[in-house]
């Protein structure tokens, strides 16, 4: 084997593992929807989580990626009235890309991971919530929800992730 080869191995190996190309993903995936949103942050997603919770809705802010609100309806994540009027008409999307060859069309053989707070996310927003499959090699988008993936589902392998 030349070392160029092997050097092509490693970044290919590289871009399938590295979690900065799954942000590349949910950029991609927002771009393709006209009603997404990339999460607020600062302060807006402060106020965003406070009126969740003012809802009896109890969610981290890292379970979640993007928000689609109906009618294209522009939201200033600033303002609590303006949040707090809009929450119903929002639905919280969980953005999990895939750039790996193996992956068929509708997403057979794709390999992820659902946080604990994702999953608590999707029980606590119903159907305010979606899972988007997203390709980055064809452009295949996909809308799901954590239920009907764990039902699709021919493997599970469950895992702690722990920071020290």
Partial sequence: MKLIDLVREKRAHVARVTNARG??????????????VPRPKGP?????????????????????????VQDSRVV????LDEVLDAIPQMC???????????????F?????ALTEAE???????GSQHVV????K??????????PEILARARSMNWQLSIQL
């Fill in 119 to 125: 999953i608590q996310a999707a029980e606590a927003l």
């Fill in 23 to 36: 942000a590349d993903g949910e950029i991609a995936a927002i771009a393709e929807m006209d009603n997404w």
């Fill in 92 to 106: 919280f999307v969980e953005i999990k890309s895939a750039s790996q060859r193996r992956v068929k069309p509708g």
């Fill in 108 to 112: 057979d053989g794709y390999f992820f």
């Fill in 44 to 68: 807006a997603l402060k106020v965003l989580l406070s009126a969740l919770q003012s809802r009896g809705i109890s969610i981290k802010g890292s379970s979640f990626d993007a928000i689609s």
């Fill in 76 to 79: 200033d994540f600033t303002k």
């Fill in 137 to 146: 090699l064809t452009g295949e988008l996909l809308l799901s929800s954590v």
């Fill in 132 to 135: 988007a499959l997203f390709n």
